[in-house]
């Protein structure tokens, strides 16, 4: 059972151009997490999705940020006009359940860089 | 949202037991005691979690207080490869069942 995919493991944007993440969770698992780590802090929430709904996004930034979960495909964060605070690790996340004893499994990061 | 203490960075020799504790005074009735670890350049790895009991898992033990309002990670024998930073999250069983991340405790094991 492949476990949650993320890609690009990096990615490299100038200012101002639009950065696209990946989350293919894990089989099986319909709840997808988005968190953002700086470096050296621990991971910050950003947004919870199930299947073409976002549950809680209180964690996102107001402007430029957005995240789906389409019916079929992969959850996709997407950052327009990136700006240098946004270069971080951004990690997605899959459970099976939303309920508390569920655990999320992650997947190994984007590691977004703006020149 | 319930939040998690922890010291900043702990040592250990190799082979020996080591002890992660995690404060958390105002966990809820609810709230189940998540731990994970995180690898250099790596995501986060789950461990353990518990509501009420101690936990064995393959990995490590968690030690539950009575009132819960701490716990404790035990690697029975750390090794090189489980230096890493654990975190202890509370995961409450309603609303969105987002993860609060502290700054976590970064383990340094010595050979």
């Known amino acids: 059972n492949a476990g949650v995919m993320q890609n690009p493991r990096h990615l490299v944007r100038r200012r101002g151009q639009e950065a696209r993440l990946r989350c293919s969770p894990m089989k099986g698992h319909s709840h997808v997490y988005w968190y953002r780590q700086l470096p050296e802090e621990g991971l910050k929430f950003m947004v919870y999705l199930q299947k073409e709904n976002i549950i809680d996004e209180s964690g996102m930034p107001k402007e430029r940020f957005s995240a789906e979960f389409p019916k079929e495909g992969p959850s996709i964060l997407r950052i327009q006009q990136v700006v240098r605070g946004d270069s971080a690790a951004y990690f997605c996340?899959?459970?099976?359940?939303?309920?508390?004893?569920?655990?999320?499994?992650f997947g190994a990061g984007t590691r977004l860089s703006v020149l | 949202d319930a939040k998690t203490t922890q010291p900043n960075s702990m040592e250990s020799n190799e082979e020996e037991p080591v002890h992660l504790p995690c404060n958390h005074s105002t966990i809820s009735g609810t709230d189940y005691i998540h731990w994970y670890r995180q690898l250099p350049s790596q995501g986060p790895e789950y461990v353990i979690h518990g509501l009420t009991s101690n936990v064995n898992n393959r990995m490590a033990s968690l030690a539950i207080a009575e009132d819960r309002k701490s716990s404790t990670l035990i690697l029975h024998r750390a090794t090189l490869r489980d230096a890493a930073v654990y975190y202890c999250i509370l995961r409450p069983t309603s609303g969105t069942y987002k993860y609060i991340f502290g700054t976590g405790t970064r383990l340094k094991v010595l050979a």
């Open positions: 996340a899959s459970s099976p359940l939303g309920q508390g004893k569920n655990i999320q499994y």
